[in-house]
């Protein structure tokens, strides 16, 4: 099913509420920030592009990565690897996500 997922699923949802089912089941309020495309890292011959995909929290969580369940407009991703980034200068209450497809 992930293999099937592709940066259109994602793109209408760009910087709109999202919520995020982190592994024990609570849901955090997400906002989808950026979808970006990444040839060079693309499994050969695979018939997706990788991307990737960049969430942040609208709550603060102490989330850190895990298999997670995101609904989109067109399916529901199950078991989805969502891993924290650093806050880097941002708020550090609120919780930075990527999910890497390759």
């Known amino acids: 099913m992930l293999n099937l997922v592709t940066p259109e ?3 209408p949802l760009l910087a709109r509420t999202s919520v995020l089912y982190l ?12 979808v970006t495309d990444a040839p060079k890292a693309s499994v ?3 018939p997706r592009t990788a991307f990737s995909v960049l ?3 609208l709550e603060p969580t102490d989330f850190v990565d895990g298999l997670c369940r995101l609904p989109l407009a067109q399916t529901c991703l199950e078991q ?8 880097m200068g ?4 609120r919780g930075y996500f990527c999910i890497v497809f390759n």
């Open 9 to 11: 699923h994602f793109r």
């Open 23 to 34: 592994p024990d089941g609570s849901a955090l309020p997400i906002q989808i920030q950026q």
């Open 44 to 46: 050969p011959g695979s």
């Open 55 to 57: 969430l942040d929290s």
């Open 80 to 87: 989805v690897f969502v891993s924290r980034e650093p806050a």
């Open 90 to 93: 941002r708020d550090n209450a």
